[in-house]
C-alpha cells in the first residue's frame, strides 16, 4: 500500500522539508554554470529513475547500485537547489533533512533520530518508488570520530549513519541518499567512502558572474522593471578587459590562471584600471549572493521605475559576498559544534532530567 503525499508529509516533515515535484520552484536551466556536476546527476537521476530495470541486472552481476552522493563547497553555490531541480525533472519527491531536527541532548536520541528518518524513508522508497533523502549540513552528524573534542553519542550517531546506509545499498532499496557541507574537512573519512559521487561546487567565476547577473537583470525586465543599459555595456567592457589580461598572463605564463588560486589576474587589472566593476566587486560572491543583491535593489527601483548601475553597484556591495565571511563562518560553526557538543554530552553529565 503506497504512502499518499499528505502521510509523507506528516511522518518525515519532523525531520525536514518534504518537496513534491509540483512543488519545485528551481529548474534545471535556472542554475547556470555547473555543468559537470549537472551531467553527472542526470546519470545518476535517470538512473534512480530506472531502478527496477538496472537493479535486476546489477544483481546478476552481484552488484547492487549504490545511490549516494555527498555535495561539498561554499553556501550558495546550488548544491540544494540542483539537487532539487533534477527531482522536479524526474519527478522523485525529495525531504530535506535538517540536521538541528536529528541532534538531541537525550543520550541515544540522535541515533534514534537517524534510524527513523532514514527507514521512513526507505519504507516510501520501497511502496511508492524512487525517494531522495537530503541531508544538509551533514558533517553535524557525520564528523570525524577521532577528533578528541567530539562526545561518544556522536561518534555512536556517525556509526549508526554508516550502518544505515551500508543496509540501504545492501538491500537495493531506490533511495537515493545526499549529503552536503560546507566544511568537508570536518567528515569522518568513512563518511566519504560511503558516498559515490563526490562532487565540489565553487564559486563562480568572473565569466559564469556576468551570466548570473544578466540572467537576473532579464528577469527584471520581464516585471516590467526598466533597466539603464548601461548596465550591459560596462558589464560587457569590464568583461573584455578581464579576458584580455587572462589571455596575456596565460601567454606568458604558459598556463592558464584562476582568479581565486592567487591574486595575478586582479594585480594586473588594477594596474591598468583604475575603476572597480561589478565583476571584481563580485569575486567570492555566490550565485544566491548576487540574487540577494538583485532584491536589494529592487527596494529602490520599485520606486524610482530604473535599476541604475550605481544603485545596482550599490546594492551588491551592501550585501557582501560569501567567501569573505568564510573566517567568519569557520569560527560561527567551531561555535555552532561546541554546542551541540554540549547539548549532546549535557544529560551524560548531568543524568537525566527529573520529571
Not at 561539498?72 to 525529495?94: C, D, E, H, M
Not at 578528541?148 to 545499498?169: M, P, T, W, Y
Not at 568537508?184 to 558516498?195: E, G, H, K, M, V
Not at 527584471?220 to 567592457?237: A, F, H, P, V
Request: hydrophobic share 35%; aromatic share 10%.
Amino acid at each position: 500500500m503506497t504512502f499518499s503525499d499528505d502521510e509523507i508529509k506528516e511522518r518525515l516533515g519532523k525531520y525536514g522539508a518534504v518537496y513534491l515535484p509540483s512543488e519545485i520552484k528551481e529548474s534545471i536551466d535556472d542554475i547556470l554554470g555547473n555543468e559537470s556536476k549537472k551531467d553527472r546527476l542526470e546519470d545518476f537521476f535517470k538512473a534512480l529513475k530506472k531502478y527496477e530495470e538496472i537493479s535486476e541486472q546489477f544483481k546478476k552481476s552481484n552488484l547492487i547500485p549504490n545511490f549516494t552522493v555527498l555535495l561539498y563547497g561554499p553556501p550558495g553555490t546550488g548544491k540544494t537547489s540542483l539537487t532539487r531541480a533534477f527531482s522536479k525533472k524526474y519527478n522523485i519527491p525529495i525531504c530535506v533533512i535538517e540536521s538541528d531536527r536529528l541532534v538531541s541532548p537525550l543520550l541515544g536520541d540522535t541515533i534514534k533520530n537517524i534510524r527513523n528518518a532514514v527507514e521512513l524513508a526507505s519504507e516510501i522508497a520501497k511502496e511508492n518508488g524512487a525517494f531522495v533523502l537530503f541531508f544538509d549540513e551533514i558533517d553535524a552528524i557525520g564528523s570525524e570520530r577521532s577528533n578528541i573534542h567530539e562526545v561518544g553519542e556522536i561518534k555512536r550517531a556517525v556509526i549508526s549513519f554508516l550502518q544505515v546506509i551500508d543496509r540501504i545499498n545492501y538491500e537495493g532499496i531506490p533511495l537515493a541518499i545526499f549529503g552536503a557541507t560546507n566544511h568537508q574537512n570536518q567528515l569522518d573519512s568513512a563518511i566519504w567512502r560511503r558516498f559515490t559521487f563526490h562532487l565540489k561546487f565553487d564559486f563562480p567565476n568572473y565569466t559564469l558572474r556576468k551570466k548570473i547577473i544578466e540572467s537576473f537583470l532579464n528577469k527584471l525586465k520581464n516585471m516590467k522593471i526598466g533597466i539603464d543599459e548601461t548596465i550591459y555595456l560596462r558589464l560587457n567592457e569590464e568583461h573584455e578587459k578581464i579576458e584580455k589580461i587572462s589571455k596575456d598572463l596565460t601567454k606568458k605564463l604558459g598556463h592558464e590562471i584562476s582568479e581565486f588560486e592567487d591574486n595575478l589576474l586582479w594585480k594586473e587589472f588594477e594596474k591598468r584600471y583604475a575603476e572597480d566593476g561589478l565583476l571584481k566587486l563580485t569575486i567570492g560572491y555566490s550565485g544566491s549572493d548576487i540574487e540577494r543583491g538583485i532584491k536589494v535593489a529592487l527596494f529602490k527601483a520599485f520606486h524610482t521605475g530604473l535599476l541604475t548601475y550605481d544603485m545596482f553597484y550599490e546594492s551588491l556591495k551592501l550585501v557582501g559576498g560569501t567567501a569573505i565571511h568564510v573566517n567568519r563562518q569557520d569560527l560561527l560553526s567551531t561555535i555552532r559544534e561546541d554546542n551541540l557538543r554540549s547539548k549532546r554530552s549535557k544529560l551524560s553529565i548531568e543524568g537525566p532530567p527529573e520529571i
